[in-house]
Each structure stands twice: as C-alpha cells, then as structure tokens.
C-alpha cells in the first residue's frame, strides 16, 4: 500500500493504528517539554520538571543548512535539492501547522507524540508523548492543539512549557482539526463534527456537536463564516455550517457533490480548494456553491493521488505522487500545473507561511520538509 493510501486512512479515522507502521522513532533524542497521557483528563499527564528547552540536534541533518535556504534558487533547481529537511526519520508524520517560529507535527502511530522544530531548523523538541494515535494538530498563539483517533479525545500544549490538557471528547476517531480566535473544531470519521471552546471543557461537560449523519468527515477548515469541511464517502461532497451548528435535523451547505474522494481542504476569501483523489483532480468552488447543474472548477487532473494542499495570495500548492512525486502549482484563475520542488514520492500534508512551504514526508522513515518559495 502507498503511503498516501495509509495517510488517508489515518486522517480519516477509518484506522487508529496500521499493521505496517514501523515501530515509533522520532529520529533524536528528543527532551520532553511535558507528556500528555493517553487516558483521559483524569490523567493529563504529570509535568517532567525539565525547562522548555529543545534537545540536541541528534539525526535532524539537512540536505541544505536552513539559515541558506534563501540562497538556493528552488526555480532553477525544482528537483528537491533545495529542500530542507528540518526532521528526518520520523515514522508516518501526519498533521502538520507552522507559526512565526516553529513547525510543528504529529507521529500517527500508537504511542505517537507532537513535536516541533525551528523553521530555520535546529533541535527537535518534544511537547507530548505517549499519545493515542495523534493525527490533526493546529496552532493558536499560545498553544497547539491536537487530535487522537485512538482513544476519541482532544488535547493541548501550551507553547511556552508546562502541563498539556484535555479539551474534549470527540466519540467516532477524530482527524482534522481547524482552530479561530475562540473554538476548536474537530471532525470525527464516524460521522460527527465537534467543537470546543479554546480552553477546552470542563466540569464534565461536552462537545458541541455541529452536524452529525456525515459521511466520513475529513478535512475541516474555519472563517469567519462558518466551518467547512469533506465528506469522503456516500455521495462525497464539500459542505459548510454555521459556527453555531446544525439545527436540529438540518444539513449542511453543499459546496460540491458526488466528488470522488474529496481529501484536504483550504480556503481563501471566497473559495473552497480541495484534492480529490478518486478523480486525480484539484478542485475549486465558490463558498457560495457551484451554480444549478454546475460542477466545480478543475485546476488539475491527471495527477496520481493528489492530497495535501495550500493556497496564497496568486497559487495552489498540492502535493501528487505523478511520476516520482511532487509538489505542484497551479494560479488561482487556472492554467498549466507546474512542478515546484519533484523527488517527493510521500509527500503529504502541506502548509506554507508568507516564505516557505513545508510538507510531510509520510513513510516509514519520514521527514518534515521545507523549501524556500
């Protein structure tokens, strides 16, 4: 099986473990910032006593010194010898998320952790261990916050060192998960979309259910207008809700339907971006819909298992496994796709900030990934 094969059964929540993941190895030796336990919010974890310090630099070699990245022209040499490997053997990485300082990534196996890096690469530091599958992960400015399909819980870390906490129950294996200024959001393969005030849930409360009777809900995403996300499978679609959930009974929005396994999912001011497997296509629809009778916009067809994917202010980035495996780009108004860093066989989830794009290798002996834009 390829390996965006296992990632999307991973991020789906169809399986919290695989049998053909590799035992875990992060690669370094890492220093534990704090342990989230994998139990439940009776056992959140106990504080190790060591400062917030990174370890030290263990296998994390790059094939380029971050601090030159810039000095390589990735336009000239689009073949992955700019890139920058800022985590090597790091076993099935699954969700990832960068903020001015760090990047930050899950291991989605077993007994996985959470685990981040300066973006001018440099030591890996552990935030929490010992975690119940951990597979979507977001960042706020004083947290990360991330998703375990093993055992159907939420949890969070605060940047700057100390306890990790529970926010809240997800039941059905949760996946993705988006964050704003207020909320957690989190979608469960088994039907549900969840979310949770940032500080999570307490006095034995629970989640609020935004929408449930999904069909595998996958991806998610969050602006000011509400939450949208996939659903993988029945007749897969591309759907959005208000911040306040479904009434009772009600459906979502349907942005696009009968997709063919819709898979990552992102957002600009008035568009919805989303690979689709099944159909070897990078779609684009307005948040408002596609017309009556109307079908999204095709960027890209003919790409061999496209799954992750980003977008800025002129381009969308995906990553396919066409030919060796790439990274791709496409302007946002369409045109010819063209390669952006080649050489990436798993490639997988992809972010980028206002310089950099960062990826995902999802392998057995994988890596977290930059490359200057």
Excluded at 32 to 52: K, R
Excluded at 277 to 296: E, L, Q, Y
Aim: proline share 8%.
């Amino acid at each position: 099986m390829r390996a965006f094969a296992l990632v999307s059964l991973l991020v789906l929540g169809c399986s919290s473990s695989s049998a053909s993941t590799p035992p875990l190895d992060s690669g370094a030796p890492d220093v534990t910032l704090h342990d989230a336990g994998a139990d439940g919010p009776a056992d959140a974890g106990a504080d190790t006593g060591l400062p917030p310090v990174d370890s030290g630099p263990g296998e994390d070699a790059t094939e380029l010194d971050a601090s030159d990245a810039g000095s390589c022209n990735r336009a000239e040499v689009p073949d992955g010898a700019c890139a920058v490997v800022l985590a090597a053997g790091q076993t099935a990485p699954a969700g990832l998320a960068v903020d001015s300082q760090y990047v930050y990534w899950t291991l989605g196996v077993p007994e996985g952790g959470v685990y981040r890096v300066p973006i001018d690469g440099g030591a890996i530091a552990t935030l929490a261990s010992g975690q119940a599958t951990p597979l979507g992960l977001a960042v706020s400015p004083g947290a990360v916050y991330w998703t375990n399909a093993g055992d159907d819980t939420v949890w969070m870390a605060p940047l700057d060192g100390g306890l990790a906490s529970f926010v809240m129950s997800a039941p059905g294996s949760p996946g993705a998960i988006a964050l704003d200024e207020t909320s957690v959001y989190v979608t469960a393969s088994a039907g549900s979309v969840y979310s949770a005030p940032l500080g999570g849930i307490t006095d034995g409360g629970a989640a609020t259910v935004l929408a449930s009777g999904q069909q595998q809900p996958g991806a998610v995403a969050v602006d000011d207008a509400g939450v949208y996300w996939i659903n993988y499978a029945g007749p897969a679609s591309v759907v959005s809700a208000p911040k306040e959930g479904l009434p009772e009974g009600g459906a979502p929005f349907v942005i696009a339907v009968s997709e063919a396994q819709p898979f990552a999912l992102a957002l600009d001011a008035t568009h919805v971006y989303w690979t689709a497997i099944g159909s070897g296509s990078v779609r684009v629809a307005p948040k408002t819909g596609v017309p009556d009778g109307g079908s999204p916009t095709v960027l890209a067809t003919g790409q061999a298992t496209p799954a992750g994917i980003a977008v800025d202010a002129t381009q969308v980035y995906f990553t396919s496994e066409t030919g060796a495996g790439a990274l791709l780009v496409v302007p946002l108004d369409g045109g010819t796709p063209a390669p952006f860093v080649t050489g990436q066989p798993y490639a997988n989830t992809l972010v980028l900030d206002a310089t950099h794009v960062y990826w995902t290798d999802f392998s057995s002996d994988g890596a977290v990934v930059e490359v200057a834009k």
